[in-house]
């Protein structure tokens, strides 16, 4: 397993936004796909996106398309998920996995690690 640390949460108006930065504490960061998922208050955890061991494929939950960006610094072991044009319903505790590859971590399989969260709160 590696170790993981979120932050970059915090409170920001609806069109703003933030960057979040999921920081790994292992040399080995480069073996492992990276994910982030989110879960709002009274609703279950939800995919939002997740890239390739080398930053190369990534993917997307439809309501963050075109909003969110997913990539990855293998050399600072750290993974960012850049959030723009917020919407309140995108408030929810963010937290970051790591598992076997891309694909699998769309549907929450095959994940080794997870982060403690880190809260996004957008306003209106």
């Known amino acids: 397993q590696v170790q993981l640390v979120e932050s970059g949460g915090g409170l920001v108006q609806a069109g703003g936004s933030l960057r979040l930065s999921c920081a790994a504490s292992?040399?080995?960061?480069?073996?492992?796909?990276m994910g982030w998922f989110r879960q709002a208050l009274g609703k279950e955890r939800e995919f939002v996106a997740a890239?390739?061991?080398?930053?190369?494929?990534?993917y997307y939950c439809d309501s963050v398309k075109g909003r969110f960006t997913i990539s990855r610094d293998n050399a600072k072991n750290t993974m960012y998920l850049q959030m723009n044009s917020l919407k309140p319903e995108d408030t929810a505790v963010y937290y970051c996995a790591a598992g076997s590859n891309s694909y699998s971590l769309q549907a929450g399989s095959a994940i080794g690690s997870w982060g403690q969260g880190t809260q996004v709160t957008v306003s209106s």
């Open positions: 292992r040399r080995t960061f480069n073996i492992y796909a």
């Open positions: 890239l390739s061991r080398s930053g190369g494929n990534t």
